[in-house]
T-cell receptor, first 114, second 112 residues
Framework: DSGVTQTPKHLITATGQRVTLRCSPR?????VYWYQQSLDQGLQFLIQ???????AKGNILERFSAQQFPDLHSELNLSSLELGDSALYFC?????????????FGEGSWLTVV | QKEVEQDPGPLSVPEGAIVSLNCTYS??????FMWYRQYSRKGPELLMY????GNKEDGRFTAQVDKSSKYISLFIRDSQPSDSATYLC????????????FGKGITLSVRP
């Protein structure tokens, strides 16, 4: 168990809908990352937050947004869902953002769009 | 060309075999190199972490980095059925941008 908690574990929703994925980082970790894993693209970095502020942005669609709250938990919001958004979404956390930081992954939220 | 390339596999070996997993990369700014292991429908777990070029050994696992060739390897000695999983290489640059760039992963099956 990495200590990173993600909910829900599984989610099935229809095209056009909106969902929110939730992540609690490991105790003491200030940095949160979101990744998307699909069969054809592998693990793709979406976005990173550090202590409530956005730090880096990857291949995140405009339909997706995220935030990190004062208690350090984070949410990833996915809207106007399309079939191609079906994937495993991982949250990860680390203590800081600098060199030598180990990044720990949660178990993922499996999203199926039908 | 993708920044990180990894043999797609899958790879099947008999128990006790030595396994060699490899990745190549194009961005010479990468300084930190990692191998993650991912069991089916689980989150990736960090297996090995190496800075710059050189070797690192941990039990049956050895990670090698050759920055001049932009090539990293993971060796698994005396492979066990419990090693059956997907192995992903990952790397990142120095500095505050800790974004990891992953290879697509290779699925390893160790046959008893």
């Amino acid at each position: 168990d990495s200590g990173v908690t993600q909910t829900p574990k599984h989610l099935i929703t229809a095209t056009g809908q909106r969902v929110t994925l939730r992540c609690s980082p490991r105790s003491g970790d200030l940095s949160v990352y979101w990744y998307q894993q699909s069969l054809d693209q592998g693990l793709q970095f979406l976005i990173q937050y550090y202590n409530g502020e956005e730090r880096a942005k990857g291949n995140i669609l405009e339909r997706f947004s995220a935030q990190q709250f004062p208690d350090l938990h984070s949410e990833l919001n996915l809207s106007s869902l399309e079939l191609g958004d079906s994937a495993l979404y991982f949250c990860a956390s680390s203590v800081g953002t600098g060199d030598g930081n180990t990044i720990y992954f949660g178990e993922g939220s499996w999203l199926t769009v039908v | 060309q993708k920044e990180v390339e990894q043999d797609p596999g899958p790879l099947s070996v008999p128990e006790g075999a030595i396994v060699s997993l490899n990745c190549t990369y194009s961005n010479s700014a990468f300084q930190y190199f990692m191998w993650y292991r991912q069991y089916s429908r689980k989150g990736p777990e960090l297996l090995m972490y190496t800075y710059s070029s050189g070797n690192k050994e941990d039990g049956r696992f050895t990670a090698q980095v050759d920055k001049s060739s932009k090539y990293i390897s993971l060796f698994i000695r005396d492979s066990q059925p419990s090693d059956s999983a997907t192995y992903l290489c990952a790397m990142r640059m120095t500095g505050a941008n800790s974004k990891l760039t992953f290879g697509k992963g290779i699925t390893l099956s160790v046959r008893p």
